[in-house]
Structures are given as structure tokens and as C-alpha cells.
């Protein structure tokens, strides 16, 4: 079925340091994906999405590129700050049916000064 | 984005008890979804709620379970019934503000602990 799976957590890293995330999904389709991120004691937000094959989406220094050939859409950011410190979720569309999303489980990112 | 609020935004729970959630959106949407992110965990939708329509209800939920109203396009209501300790989570509403887009927008969460 459709599902997401998303690199394990949590991850910590130093201030200004490059983050990746790495997120895969099953190959049902091109789905539209997106990553959400969760602030500390805030609710989920969009961050960025791609719709179709080699589409980048890119918001706050984050990008991420939709490979079809990888099934893959990883998170990307080149210099992280510590307000980047959230859970991260990628997720994507259900092929069939309505327009519900899936989740992957999450990344916890602490970023330290 | 919308703007959504949802009410309460915790609550501690006897067991046995029911919970009515509230989720307001700020526009007329279409479609209102029910999550439910238990302690350190994803997120899992619970139901897909239209307004004027039954709501429906993903795999391993019930209806007699979580109730759900949709009176107007823009409010819902999800019952979390006859609760368990099992039920404590952040209980989420969300929105496709604009039709086709499958971006969805979350409230900030109903926090239930069940005691």
C-alpha cells in the first residue's frame, strides 16, 4: 500500500552544520509529497512539496527534490540554525480514494549552538 | 494558510469517560480530517469528515468509537468515547484549503490524557 519511510531519529547536529533527512516512498504512482515540521509545542506546518517527477520544493533554506528514479525526497538544508530544532514528517498523497496523506514516523532535529 | 482553532486544547480524562473536540476553520472548506499523533509517534488519520455526509473512517477506527459531526463547512466535532488510558494523544484537525492541492493545514492539537 502506500506508505512512507523516513530516516530514523533522532538527529543532532551543531549550528550551520548541512542536514539532510531521508525520506523514500513506496512506488504507487507519482504522488504528491511534502514535508511538514512540528516546532516545539506547535501544531504540524507545511513546509514544502513537490507534485510531479524532479520537481524541487524549497521554503525557510529547506529543499527537497521529488526523485522518481529513488522513489526518494529527501530534506535538505546547508546551514542549520537552532530554530530548526522540530520533528520533521514527510508524507504523501493516497493514490486511490480521497485526498488523504500518509505520514512517515518522524525526525526529531536538535540543532545545538 | 487557514486559520484553525480547536477546543480544548488539553484535557485529563477519567476512563470511561467522553471528550467532544471541537475544530473551527476561519473559511468554508470541503473536507476536515481527524487525526490522532499518540506519544512520540506519527501521525494516523482516523477519519475523513464532509460536511452534509457520514464521515469515513480509516481501518481500525469505529464510528461508535469517535463520533464525528460536520454541521457546517466550517466546524467539526470528533468524540473520543468511553475512554482508556490507550487514548491519550494529541488529537489533530486538519483542512485542504484549497481543493486539489493535498496541502493540508493542522489546528494546534487537542492534548488528552486519559487517567
Known amino acids: 500500500g502506500d506508505s512512507v519511510t523516513q530516516m530514523e531519529g533522532p538527529v543532532t547536529l551543531s549550528e550551520e552544520a548541512f542536514l539532510t533527512i531521508n525520506c523514500t516512498y513506496t512506488?504507487?504512482?507519482?504522488?504528491?509529497l511534502f514535508w511538514y515540521v512540528q516546532y516545539p509545542g506547535e501544531g504540524l506546518q507545511l513546509l514544502l512539496k513537490a507534485t510531479k517527477a524532479d520537481d524541487k520544493g524549497s521554503n525557510k533554506g529547506f529543499e527537497a527534490t521529488y526523485r522518481k528514479e529513488t522513489t526518494s525526497f529527501h530534506l535538505e538544508k546547508g546551514s542549520v540554525q537552532v530554530s530548526d530544532s522540530a520533528v520533521y514528517f514527510c508524507a504523501r498523497r493516497v493514490i486511490q480514494g480521497a485526498q488523504k496523506l500518509v505520514f512517515g514516523q518522524g525526525t526529531r532535529l536538535t540543532i545545538n549552538p | 494558510s487557514a486559520v484553525i482553532s480547536q477546543k480544548p486544547s488539553r484535557d485529563i480524562c477519567q476512563r470511561g469517560t467522553s471528550l467532544t473536540i471541537q475544530c473551527q476553520v476561519d473559511?468554508?472548506?470541503?473536507?476536515m480530517f481527524w487525526y490522532r499523533q499518540q506519544p512520540g509517534q506519527s501521525l494516523t488519520l482516523i477519519a475523513t469528515?464532509?460536511?452534509?455526509?457520514?464521515?469515513?473512517?480509516e481501518s481500525g477506527f469505529v464510528i461508535d468509537k469517535f463520533p464525528i459531526s460536520r454541521p457546517n463547512l466550517t466546524f467539526s466535532t470528533l468524540t473520543v468515547s468511553n475512554m482508556s488510558p490507550e487514548d491519550s494523544s494529541i488529537y489533530l484537525c486538519s483542512v485542504e484549503r484549497r481543493p486539489g492541492s493535498y496541502e493540508q493545514y493542522f489546528g494546534p492539537g487537542t492534548r488528552l490524557t486519559v487517567t
Open positions: 512506488a504507487t504512482g507519482y504522488p504528491s
Open positions: 473559511s468554508q472548506v470541503t473536507m
Open positions: 469528515a464532509n460536511q452534509g455526509s457520514e464521515a469515513t473512517y
